[in-house]
């Protein structure tokens, strides 16, 4: 999967990666899979 965040930065994870979102304000991001293949992800939110 490559996330793209608002500032243009691309980042690219495989499995078994872990992204922290910190920062969950502004423009937003963009998720893609990577050679169209089929993924799945959970999302936890921390308080």
């Known amino acids: 999967m ?3 965040t608002g ?3 691309v ?3 495989g499995p078994g990666d872990i ?3 910190e ?3 502004g423009r937003g991001h ?3 899979a990577v050679n169209h293949r089929p993924r799945k992800s959970i ?3 921390l308080d």
């Open 30 to 32: 963009i998720s893609r």
């Open 7 to 9: 500032d243009g930065t």
């Open 19 to 21: 992204m922290l979102a």
């Open 23 to 25: 920062d969950i304000t």
């Open 11 to 13: 980042r690219r994870f």
């Open 43 to 45: 999302f936890i939110t």
């Open 2 to 4: 490559e996330i793209e």
